[in-house]
């Protein structure tokens, strides 16, 4: 499942062909994916401006103007392709087979921009002027806004029982970590993942928020992961995948300079978990 940094590798592609362009034609070619389309997607989108692509959590909302935003979320395989677009030449990769092109959208700028998704685990849904999404109302803070602090995970740990890799993964204390940044945010800050929220000292909730960022900041910077469906909008790969230090590491020498340990897995909650054992206490 794509997390943050992939979903943010993704908006940052589509943003120049998508921001500023009038969407001249819209297309849904079935009538569900995990959930059933808007009836009203292509009347909705047809005609609209397309005034900003914006990420909540590991969505990407697409604000039309005086029509409320597009929700789209990637899913497991949910791929988004350009196509003949003005600015640059993008070649669709062969393996995007053209039967899983679901919703296409062209624009005043001649592009064709595609949601592609062959296991069919992404949405599209709409979102009215003025209104709200169920699937945003309880998201907690974006991990690289001013709004994430060290304070703000403190109120957020306090009175809680919970292995700290899972409470990361709550969407309600931080929104868009997934299991691969988790599991590398705890390894640079030297944090057990079995370790329970309320055994957290304040002292080190800066250094965990300052890890996250930086992990978050240098996947995007790469593209993302690319380990099974990601691809950047124009089609590349992602590259951070070739960074880890833990993450799909198990039995490897743990890279923290000086410490003899070794990567190990567990699973916790269903999700696969890799840690040293010595340097992360």
Known sequence: MPELPEVETVRRGLAPHL???????AEARRPDL??????????VATGARVTGLRRRSKYILMDLE????I????GMSGRMVIEGAVMGEFLRDPAILPRHDHVVFWT???????????????MVDLIAPGASHPLLAHLGPEPLSGDFTPEVLARAFAGRRTPVKAAL????????????????ALHRAGIDPRRLTGQI?????????????????EAIAAGGSSLRDHRQASGELGYFQHAFRVYGREGAPCPTPGCPGQIRRIVQSGRSSFFCELCQS
């Not at 929700?71 to 990637?74: F, G, I, K, S, V």
Request: zero cysteines; a neutral charge; hydrophobic letters at 40%.
């Open 169 to 184: 993964l709550d969407q309600r204390i931080v929104a868009g970590l997934g299991n691969i940044y988790v599991s590398e």
């Open 19 to 25: 921001e500023g362009r009038v969407i001249t034609r």
């Open 34 to 43: 995990r959930w059933p389309l808007p009836p009203d997607l292509v009347q």
């Open 71 to 74: 929700l789209l979320h990637l």
């Open 66 to 69: 005086n029509r409320g935003s």
């Open 201 to 217: 000292a304040a002292a080190e909730l800066p250094p965990l928020v300052g890890h996250i960022r930086d992990v978050l900041t």
């Open 108 to 122: 005043d700028q001649a592009t064709q921009i595609t949601f592609n998704d062959a296991r069919r685990f992404g």
